[in-house]
């Protein structure tokens, strides 16, 4: 039987729910700049193929899969294509993310089962999914948001636990499925047991310390790979997000995604901080903190 050669002459590029919004934006920021392969991936195919159209027709030349980062086998029919065809990932950003407006009538349980499932469980089954394919420096950021703030957690126990330098993966998601339970619990209570009422608010802290044990994990096992792992608010963006009241334009946005992704900065395992005031200046100015 005869097997092609895989396609490994050139480094891959892949950003999860970019079909609109930053994730779009970054997908042409990288068509741009990054040297190499950009998948533009989205759980609806029809409108995947015809954000990479738009792209095309500008002049960039993206490359579309499909991706539900809520669905298993899609993940992992996608990590196979990949492994397959490329045989490795140089960049993973993790975009695809979820959040019900200010007004929405849907239980508080729902909303946070939802957002939880896709914000956190998602951008990790993702993460479980393409981590062994990384390639020596590789570069994954976790697109977070202010959200993701430590402080936005009302209960210095709680905030006690995300910030335990032995927390764990495991550890860590059980406290996504105790929000999420609380919720189910205690729907009509606004703020139960000290958590922040905006499930969106708790799906990005648990991305922040998520980045954080990555970091130290690929330090412990895969020092030798120096991939590096970081979480990033892009800063207040005009997207359906957020209801169009951002003030930032999705390019402006994914600015500080496309440094972290691109250029040499030396951050590791950080929760980096960007907004309006300081967003094209990338990062002369900006502080990182968890």
Known sequence: MIRMALNTSRKVAIVTGSNKGIGYAIVKGLCDKFDGVVYLTARNSERGNEAVKKLKDAGFNPLFHQLDVDNQ?????????????????????????????????????KQASDTIKTNYFGLLRVCEAFFPLLRKDARVVNVSSSAGHLARIPSIELRAKFSDSNLTIEKLSTLMNEFVKCREEHNDTVTPFGWNDSAYVVSKVGVSALTRIQQKEFNLTRGDLNVSVNSVHPGFVDTDMTDHQGVLTIEQGAKPILYLALEQHGFKGEYVWCDSRVINKFFQKCSYYW
């Open 73 to 109: 086998e899609s993940v992992n029919k996608f990590r196979d294509f990949i492994k397959n065809e490329h045989g490795g990932v140089d960049l993973l950003i993790n975009n695809a993310a979820i959040a019900y407006n200010q007004d929405s009538k849907e239980p508080f349980s």
